[in-house]
């Protein structure tokens, strides 16, 4: 095995990383195609327009083409389509999360349910935290 020359490898730093949810809005703008049909396929199994798998959404099959991007079923990536919902529902992915969190913060004040003495060993150690006492910071017990 050949050793790799240090001018070729390429070093990076992270800074940070973060996840999130699309709003409403980004959905809307990164779709190319609404959903409104609930019938996938017609009853000659041709896929439905506006249904789940409408061609803008990207080729079902290796002999189509994507009516996007008109790229063929290996070389398109597929495309966000969006359904409208009538109200607002949990994400799946979230509910036990959201869940657990609901059960910590009292609903009248929206205060995290614990005794002050248990908040302020919160607040000490998040303190230290973004003083860059991280040892110190980790190893306070609450």
């Known amino acids: 095995m050949a050793a790799v020359a240090s001018r070729e490898v390429t070093t990076k730093v992270i800074n940070g990383i973060s996840f999130g949810f699309y709003s409403d809005e980004e959905i809307r703008k990164i779709s190319v ?3 409104t049909s609930p019938i996938i396929f017609d009853n000659l199994k041709n896929a439905v327009p506006d ?10 099959d290796q002999h189509s083409l994507c009516s996007t991007c008109k790229l063929n079923h290996f070389q398109c990536p597929g495309h966000f389509g969006h359904i409208e919902l009538a ?4 994400n799946p992915l979230v509910f036990n999360s959201l869940y657990k969190l609901l059960r910590c913060v009292c609903l009248h004040c929206f205060k995290l349910r614990m005794d002050s003495k248990q908040t302020q060993l919160y607040s000490d150690k998040l303190a230290l935290l973004y003083a860059g006492q991280l040892v110190e910071g980790l190893n306070q017990s609450l």
């Open 87 to 90: 109200v607002p529902v949990y």
């Open 51 to 60: 249904g789940l798998y409408d061609g803008a959404l990207g080729p079902i």
């Open 33 to 35: 195609k609404r959903i």
